[in-house]
Nanobody, 123 residues
């Protein structure tokens, strides 16, 4: 059984920083893509960022580029989401996912989801 365990959410003032982590357990993956999605109350879920295990290529949504970055630790099967200059509109539940390797971001389809971690940015 694959498990994704997120950590690092919380409440921060606008302009502050947080780092989310997501650890994968239950299976050994040699090649995969991991990605973060978020969902704010009353809004649709949206893609935030992704990283490819093989090669380390990263992808980010335009709305977070320059402020939020994804990185991976292959030895620990863990992915991180470093968030800086946070804005109230970044408030959402953040979900970690894992899926097959991709060539294009549009190919990504999550196979497993974490339980989510809440990020609240106060103004």
């Amino acid at each position: 059984q694959v498990q994704l365990v997120e950590a690092g959410g919380g409440t921060v003032q606008a302009g502050g920083s947080l780092r989310l982590s997501c650890a994968v357990s239950g299976r050994t993956f040699s090649r995969y893509t991991m990605a973060w999605f978020r969902q704010a109350p009353g809004k649709e879920r949206e893609f935030v960022a992704a990283v490819s295990r093989s090669g380390g290529k990263t992808y980010s949504a335009d709305s977070v580029k320059g402020r939020i970055a994804i990185s991976g630790d292959n030895d620990r099967n863990t992915v991180y989401l470093s968030m800086n200059s946070l804005k109230p509109e970044d408030t959402a539940a953040y979900y970690c996912t894992i899926g097959d390797p991709i060539v294009h971001l549009s190919d990504y389809k999550p196979d497993y989801w974490g339980q989510g971690t809440q990020v609240t940015v106060s103004s």
